[in-house]
């Protein structure tokens, strides 16, 4: 590391005391461009994908121009969908006035508003304008069907999860158009998926949808293994306006607590340069607090375009659950492992308890309160003690800070949230501001019916059919998402040792001999792995997929 690289670092790190001495000056981001799932990115309860393929006749492809051109205003900009998330945040906050210590109610917490937003593939893409080919992307211009060996996907026809088994985006059968439509209402939300759907029928597209709904009661919030879903979100860097303050994401550290001011959105939730989401803004640089280069966006007309990853994942929660019985049973027998609970064994694993709460700030047992706690709950560092934070308005982080985890004697190395974030952490990478550079917006949402017998040992309407409907939002899908799955989460050895696969998400045809290994360590440290030969998550399908500005919707790919 270069001593510009690691002055720089020390500068910006909010354990040295040597905060920078001025705050970064965030680009205002052209918010009617943009497309709102990219900029602040859909986070609504319901969503319907509308899977699209295209007819190849030239006259049908004019009429979907046509449509195109006919459908730009209901594609939600970034300017629109952050409105509504912050009518949605007054909406909330006015709840919690009335009732402090409950969480509102998704149905409570709602608007009428419908976001919509379009993305295609590279054949989609191609078929409308030929400039799709001077994308720079080989990830995106092959598809994931032909890099689910990369991903570390089952392998061979008869494997399930293999991209010949897929329900969506088989090889051959790749989608031209994903929509995505999202709001707090499911009926809203599917009336408007009809809607597009019959138009798209009736120029010839063949069409499909999926639908995603969060999990409802007292499973709100969670996805299907029972764990809170999206605590640990990167903000994005940049304004709204010309307004100084006008961010597009809030900011909760009292200013005077340099840099930590400067660093995080809510406490714990690094800010991470434009750049890494939209092509054609400052991404990250040596320092987390200086601008770095520009992503580049080429063709020019891609210039606020993002990618997205589209990923179906199945989740065999009954199978889940009982190798966390079974295998927490088994280290229970083993000295250091005494009392060693299926809970506890998952939350290892994961590196959070099933309320959202971090395992290295309450290692002796899941704290709902401090999960449900955005102030808190993204808190902790793991190579350092993690510092109390002085936070605005006179909010505070009542509970015990994180104790410095460096080995991963407290968290894993393994554990899900080590895996996709270092934190603090060097790795094989370098230190932490590389990890910045590695972020993705996650704006998925699960689909099917919650298993209430979560060993999955009585009937099962649903067959097994739920899980994730993953999507995330990145500038490169090579150096964000398919890095983090295959070199980072499908890696025994990365992003460093002492590890493992990643249990819950990593992939075990990239396994050795199979099976997911991950070491944990007991009470006396001593070493034991935990070992999974089947697989939990299984693909059944997916995409890459850009999504186009709206300039370049209206004058390169409608006209």
């Known amino acids: 590391m270069s001593e510009r690289r690691s002055s720089a670092i020390r500068r910006a790190s909010p354990m040295t005391g040597t905060p920078a001495q001025q705050a970064p000056v965030e680009p205002v981001l052209d918010m009617d461009e943009i497309q709102g799932i990219a900029v602040p990115g859909f986070f609504k309860p319901h969503q319907t994908l509308v899977y699209v393929h295209l007819p190849r006749q030239r006259d049908a492809i004019d009429k979907f121009r046509g449509l195109l051109r006919e459908f730009l205003p209901a594609v939600a900009t970034a300017a629109k969908t952050l409105k509504d998330r912050r009518e949605h945040r007054q909406i909330a906050a006015s709840l919690r006035a009335v009732s402090p210590r409950r969480r509102a109610p998704a149905r409570q917490a709602t608007n009428r508003e419908v976001l919509v937003a379009v993305a295609f593939s590279a054949p989609g893409l191609l078929k409308l304008t030929p400039g799709a080919s001077e994308i720079p992307s080989p990830a995106f211009q092959g598809g994931m069907a032909a890099r689910a060996s990369l991903l570390g ?276 990478i370098g230190g932490r501001v590389a990890t910045y550079s590695k972020r993705l917006l996650r704006v998925g949402v699960p689909f099917g019916q919650s298993l209430e017998d979560h060993y999955g040992e009585g009937r099962d309407p649903q067959n097994g059919d739920r899980g994730l409907l993953f999507l995330s939002i990145q500038s490169s899908i090579e150096n964000q998402f398919e890095f983090l799955q295959a070199r980072w989460m499908n890696d025994p050895s990365r992003p460093k040792m002492p590890g493992g696969n990643d249990m819950i998400v990593g992939q075990n045809a990239a396994a050795e001999g199979g099976v997911r290994r991950c070491t944990i360590f007991g009470s006396g440290l001593q070493q034991e792995q935990v070992s999974a030969p089947n697989q939990w998550v299984i693909p059944t399908g997916g995409g890459y997929f850009f999504v186009p500005s709206i300039t370049a919707l209206r004058e390169v790919i409608a006209r």
Not at 236 to 247: E, K, L, T
Not at 402 to 412: E, Y
Request: glycine share 12%; charged share 25%.
């Open 153 to 428: 996907d089952p392998r061979g026809r008869g494997a399930d999860g293999s991209p010949a088994n897929w329900v969506v985006g088989r090889p051959g059968e790749e989608l031209d158009l994903l929509i995505i439509v999202a709001g707090d209402e499911r009926e809203l939300v599917s009336t408007e998926a009809e809607a597009i759907i019959k138009r798209l029928l009736g120029i010839g597209a063949l069409v499909a949808k999926q639908d995603g709904d969060a999990r409802e009661g007292k499973f709100a919030g969670h996805e299907h293994f029972g764990f809170d879903d999206g605590v640990s979100q990167p903000g994005i860097r940049g304004r709204a306006s010309v307004a100084a303050d006008d961010f597009v994401t809030n900011r909760h550290i009292d200013p005077s607590d340099r840099p930590a001011a400067w660093l995080y959105g809510y406490p714990g939730q690094d800010l991470v340069w434009p750049g890494e989401f939209v092509l054609g803004y400052p991404a990250t640089g040596p320092d987390p607090l200086l601008p770095g280069p520009l992503s580049r966006a080429r063709p020019a007309w891609t210039r606020n375009g993002s990618f997205l990853v589209y990923r179906r994942l199945r989740q065999d929660v009954g199978l889940f659950w009982r190798t966390m019985r079974d295998e927490a049973g088994r280290l229970a027998k083993l000295d250091g492992f005494q009392g060693l609970t299926e809970d506890r064994l998952a939350a290892l694993l994961v590196g959070r308890w099933r309320s959202g709460a971090p395992f290295n700030r309450v290692p002796l047992g899941d704290n709902e309160d401090l999960g449900k706690n955005p102030l808190a709950n993204n808190n902790f560092l793991f190579d350092s003690d993690s510092p109390k934070l002085s936070l605005i308005n006179g909010q505070t982080d009542p509970y015990d800070m994180a104790k410095a985890d460096p080995v991963g004697i407290t968290c894993p190395w393994g554990a899900h949230i080590r895996k996709v974030n270092v934190r603090d952490s060097g790795s094989d």
